[in-house]
């Protein structure tokens, strides 16, 4: 029997477009990201052919946003958070005070009101949460000093754009708007007591619910969440577990919304943070991950729905004085701002490319201004725009900062010395890219990734002697390890401008000990193409990841699962004193046994 099916429709279209055009701008050494808007493109009212459900992609897309950043709450602690409020919250209030400043001055000069310029500034101001923490897993700077900086800041913004989002319809109440609604803690309080608290009072109620939000979260979730989740991991099923991690995500962000008025990204956001102090964080992000990383697809073809083309052919001026301001008016103030602080030039660039586009709170923002009669279309028209261009202009602004950086660094080397001029003292600066320097290491291994696995095998190659190094993303542990006399270098090692640091040429083997199969092979084939005479030994998780590095050049793979059950067989066999042979797909193998288990082997 034919029947309408919206939803699915709208999930298998977008899904499939995003797939080609993702894989075609792949194909064409452009982020995938590109590959997704265009497919919302393709899929929007405005071009012929497929047209998606316009009313049920943005909710899927808010899914995606959900499960995002609970996914950075598991990775962000609170300690974190806390560890840079003091560039984060003056340097974001700044930034925003002076993107929403331009946003006015662009609508004054097409004639809007104040109001609707205000609200178009406002717009404008805030970074897309999905395209930054995008940018920042890509070049794994999460976990580094300016990726903390940069969601931080995020946050920030988020907590501001809630305040917003209540003082928008207030303002357009006092300002005469016929669709205006009252904040619903405030009416109730004034119907109450007979008073109008008036825009004050209504600054005060949405405070102090966000305060009552993050005091129950820090109290009762800090002992509920984890307490429910360790409950479930020990029934031993990984299907209630997983349900467990996305009823918990969804659930605490929805209910977040309904009861305490705070978006549904910033419930889920401190649903993780809670969750990151449990020993079962690390797994309840892989668990999430696949659902997350297919609704944020979803997200990037709604926002494409959006788009009208036809807008860059009427207003290419606004239009581009709309980028402008998006992606060099807040990246030149984000950078002074950071610099002010007196942060290294790498840290103020990656900060600035970060925040040099816009995305969901934009679009939020926009609707509601319409909605209220305070924003006119063309102004949305213009953030869609704004805010399409930008994204796909934001990984460019990536690689001209990291360009700018090296120009930068090459200068400051070459600049003459003065002897006589004695330097003011500068507080130390945590080290930077452009700090870093090539190993005098010769004849050495290489050790990418310092967690379980490379640690024991570092702590190995130190009691014997072997000269080696780290190369490792994790700004804490790069730390920990020069306290311990070890050398080590930030970054991805897929780098290449990495590996000539780490003297690839000139080393003996290389250790490749991060669990991602994809950058495994990355790294193993770099290291192979330049030095093809270096030991390779990785690590994998199945049959599949074994033979995919050995194709990338890896000499030898290690799969864990079959080291435990060899243990398993060596200790079955000291205890039954036979000869047990050992044998899987791969090869046979024959563990002898002495007829008295040694003593040192008990």
Known sequence: MPHDTPLIST?????????????????????????????????????????????LAPELAEIGVILLMFGVGLH????????????????????????????????????????????????????????????????????????RIAVGWLIVEDLAMVLALVLIPAAASIGGGEHATAEPLSAAISRLLGLDLGMGGIIVMTLVKVVIFVGVMLVFGGRLIPWTMHRIAHTGSRELFRLGVLAIALGVAFGASKLFGVSLALGAFFAGMVLAESELSQRAAQESLPLRDAFTVLFFVSVGMLFDPNILIDKPLPVLATVLIIVVGKSIAAFLIVRLFRKPVGTALTISASLGQIGEFSFILAALGVSLGLLPEEGRDLILAGALISIILNPLLFYACDRLRRVLERTKREEPVATNVPEPAKEPEPEEEENRQPTALRGHAIIVGYGRVGSIVGQNLKSSGTPFLVIEDSSNRIGELRDQGIEAISGNAASRELLDLANIAGARSLVIAIPNAFEACRVADQGRTINPSLLIVARAHSDAEVDELLEYGADTVIMGEREIAMGMVDRLAQVHHDSVRYEDEADTATIAVEDTPSPDKE
């Open 11 to 55: 999930i298998v279209g977008g899904l499939v477009l995003a797939f080609i055009l993702g894989t075609l701008a792949h194909r064409l050494r452009m982020p995938p990201l590109v590959g997704y808007l265009v497919a919302g493109v393709l899929a929007g009212p405005h071009t012929p052919g497929f047209v998606a459900d316009q009313s």
């Open 76 to 147: 962000f602690s609170l300690k974190d958070l806390l560890s840079v409020r003091g560039i984060a919250v003056p340097g974001a209030i700044v930034q925003i005070g002076f993107a929403t400043l331009l946003g006015w001055g662009l609508g004054a000069l097409m004639g809007w009101p104040t109001g609707g310029s205000l609200v178009f500034g406002l717009a404008l101001s805030v970074a897309s949460t999905v395209v930054l923490l995008k940018a920042l897993q890509e070049r794994r700077l999460i976990d580094s000093d300016r990726g």
